[in-house]
């Protein structure tokens, strides 16, 4: 596919990086004459200098020919113009970030249908989203869904009193059905086999039916608890729809945002329903003490100083709250992060980059979800008729190292395999894989008479 993207900041970056990565002819256009540098120096991409709304920029950057174009800029209009002209050059595919809220609540009109835009991303609501999920799980670091909802994909670490410590996975309780498909262990992925050795502080990635897995949990000694207070660092445009996503929840939550700014605050605190909106520094320990924050179910960090959340979080860890969610902008800073005893790190470039990536793939790959610095994915793709790995057993296809199958779905019914398990034509496959073998894994399940 040629592909271009508006704008090299931290999404448009990770974008360029991953697909010129998969070998997709990627061309970037970029106002910064130090962003350009450092594509050059570190991208096999196509630079071209200008902005996204200049036609003949756009044509420089190969528009005629494009299939899809990212505008992924700071700027919201920048990113709308760019789609509406690249529409009109003949685009077939584009993706606009877009973060001012007033945009993406208009009642009277399709904004996506006016301006030709397919997919409109907005990185706040993306997070808050996926924080709202863990809202649901606290016992999770994480929580995605497969197949229309029917899949469940949960993140859980082994604490230093779980019954599968020094277990062999071959060896664990399977009277409902589900699969390991991924443990991250000391900053590397690794997928397992039946003989690994379950270690603490390992991070288990847990597949099963979504109508299961309270089971597979208790299966395995994870116990879920219900959050009934929460309390939010800053009123910013996350802190504000997790807010307004959470009040949604039934029965009603008590929630708190502490934001500094009281402008902002006064603002939101008039916007949401029944959320208690506070004005104060969320760093000082006193204020954090005497709001009882101790009581807090769930304590989320989503300031746009990662030096903040980071502190904050720590503070409420060691004042006693259960579970604790920090953003962190840097992926550098993210292993740091997870070793100082934080619950779960929410990267919002890399949740905004895995939700672009779906529109990103060939049409027989559903979805994609991004997992931390390793750059592992799950893959939601059908199995064409054809394919190398069709009508055959699992234990007898030839799986690149790295990837392992969670689950399938066939005629709407969900099966959790095993290495018997025969793939047929069709079927829905969740695809757990290490990048470096995504290339091998669609090879083995798309019909290779197609081009990819």
Known sequence: MKIIIIGAGKVGFSMAQLLSGENHDVVVVEQSPERQQILEETLDVQVVSGSGSSTSVLESAGVHTADMLLAVTEFDELNMVACLLAKKYGVKTTVARVRNPEYLEVKDFSLNNIMG???????????????????????????????????????????????????????????????????????????????????????????????????????????????ENVTILGGGRTGYYLAQILEQNKPAMSIKIIERDITRARQISEKLGHTLVIHGDGSDYQLLEEENIVSSDLFVAVTDDDKINLLCSLIARNLGVRKTVCQVKRTDVMP?????????????????????????????????????????????????????????EIQHIKFPSGSVIGAVVRENQVIIPNGSFIIQPNDRLMVFSLLKSIHKIEQLFLNGSKKH
């Open 117 to 227: 835009i397919d997919l409109i991303i907005n990185p706040e609501r993306v997070t808050a989203q996926e924080i709202a999920e863990i809202a649901k799980h606290p016992e999770a670091l994480n929580v995605d869904y497969y197949a229309d909802g029917k899949v469940q994909l949960m993140e859980l670490e082994l604490k230093d009193d779980s019954p599968l410590l020094k277990k062999r996975i071959k060896d664990l309780k399977t009277s409902v059905p589900y699969n390991i498909v991924s443990i991250a262990r000391k900053h590397r992925m690794l997928v397992p086999s039946g003989d690994d050795v379950l270690q603490v502080g390992d991070h288990i990635h847990l597949m099963a039916r979504t109508a299961d897995m309270r089971e597979v949990e208790k299966l395995l000694g994870f116990y879920s608890r219900k959050v």
């Open 336 to 392: 740091l992060a997870e070793q100082i005893g934080i619950d779960t790190i929410l990267s919002p470039r890399l949740l905004t980059a895995g939700a672009i990536l779906k529109y990103m793939r060939v049409g027989d790959i559903i979805s994609v979800t991004l997992f931390g610095e390793e750059r592992a994915e799950m893959l939601e793709l059908l199995a064409q008729p054809g394919a190398t790995a069709v009508n055959k």
